[in-house]
């Protein structure tokens, strides 16, 4: 199963595509889609919608997910923010990709073991899981591959509990 990760923005988006299979990954890709900073802001969103439908058209993931959005403090970024995500999936929406959501929290219990781990051991971990030589640069692309694993392990977990849940039957 191919698997996009999708990590939202308006000035950088990061994406991360990883082939999972009989409970291994292997990294295609890790990326991002970056708009410039003077530019007005529904152009932005408008480069972000055009690349995104190109990623998708050319690594035609299986499924997508995503990270959930968290607000915390400033309210008008959140917003610019939540926009932007919504052109993001646009194009998985529209090809029905099926898309799933993933807290930060949700993110590196899954990587590491711990929700609360710093930034620099989710990419270490990431790092180990691929098989690569180097941590994924920037962070953006790094969240987006951490986003795309954690959905390959959420699906693993799925599929033994209906194993078991047939088998209880």
């Known amino acids: 199963m191919r698997i996009m990760g999708i990590d939202p923005g308006y000035g950088i988006v990061g994406y991360g ?66 926009q932007a995500r919504g052109v993001t999936l646009l194009p998985a929406v529209m090809q029905n990709l099926p898309v799933y959501e993933y807290t930060p929290l949700q993110v590196k219990s899954s990587i590491v ?21 180097q941590i994924i640069k920037p962070d953006d692309a790094a969240d987006a591959m951490a986003i795309a694993i954690t959905h390959g392990l959420s699906l693993n977990t799925r599929k033994i509990m209906e194993k078991y849940d047939k088998a209880a039957k």
Do not use: C, W
């Open 17 to 82: 595509v990883v082939e999972f299979s009989h409970g291994h990954f292997t990294p295609i890709k890790a990326g991002t889609i970056k708009t410039p900073l003077d530019m007005e802001f529904l152009k932005r969103l408008r480069v972000i919608y055009l690349d995104m439908q190109g990623l998708i058209e050319h690594y035609r993931p299986d499924e997508v997910a995503v990270e959930k959005l968290f607000f915390n403090t400033n309210i008008t970024t959140g917003i610019d923010v939540a």
């Open 113 to 133: 073991g711990y929700g609360y781990a710093e930034k620099k051991q989710v990419q270490e971990m990431v790092r180990s899981m691929l098989h690569l030589a």
